[in-house]
C-alpha cells in the first residue's frame, strides 16, 4: 500500500489549502481514511477521518472549518482546509489502517503565515 499526499505549502491566516491523498494498492472503497498533523515539538493528532459509508469525525479544534470527503473513483482523499490559522501549521499525513498494519503517507507541510 502506497500513500500520496500532495497539495500543501504557505498560506496567510484565514487562507485556504486542499489536501490530495491518492492510495495505491488497498481495496480503498472499503476503508476509512484519516488525516493526522504533527507540529513542531506536538504529538500526531487526528484531524479527520471518512468511513467507507462516507460518515465523517473531526477534531475540535478544526469543526466547521475542516471538511474531508473521498472519490472512490480516483482512490483520493481530500482535505479542504478554510479560515486557517497559524496553529494549523504542521506536517499533515494521511492513513490507513488495514490488515493490521498502519499506513502512512509521506507528509505535507502546511505552513500558516503573514
Known amino acids: 500500500v502506497q500513500l500520496q499526499a500532495s497539495g500543501g505549502g504557505l498560506v496567510q491566516p484565514g487562507g485556504s489549502l486542499r489536501l490530495s491523498c491518492k492510495a495505491i494498492?488497498?481495496?480503498?472503497?472499503?476503508?476509512?481514511m484519516d488525516w493526522y498533523r504533527q507540529a513542531p515539538g506536538k504529538q500526531r493528532e487526528l484531524v479527520a477521518n471518512i468511513t467507507s459509508g462516507g460518515g465523517t469525525n473531526y477534531a475540535d479544534s478544526v469543526k466547521g472549518r475542516f471538511a474531508i470527503t473521498r472519490d472512490n473513483a480516483k482512490r483520493t482523499v481530500y482535505l479542504q482546509m478554510n479560515s486557517l490559522k497559524p496553529e494549523d501549521t504542521a506536517v499533515y499525513y494521511c492513513h490507513l489502517f488495514e490488515r493490521a498494519i498502519d499506513f502512512w503517507g509521506q507528509g505535507t507541510l502546511v505552513t500558516v503565515s503573514s
Open positions: 494498492g488497498t481495496a480503498f472503497k472499503f476503508s476509512t
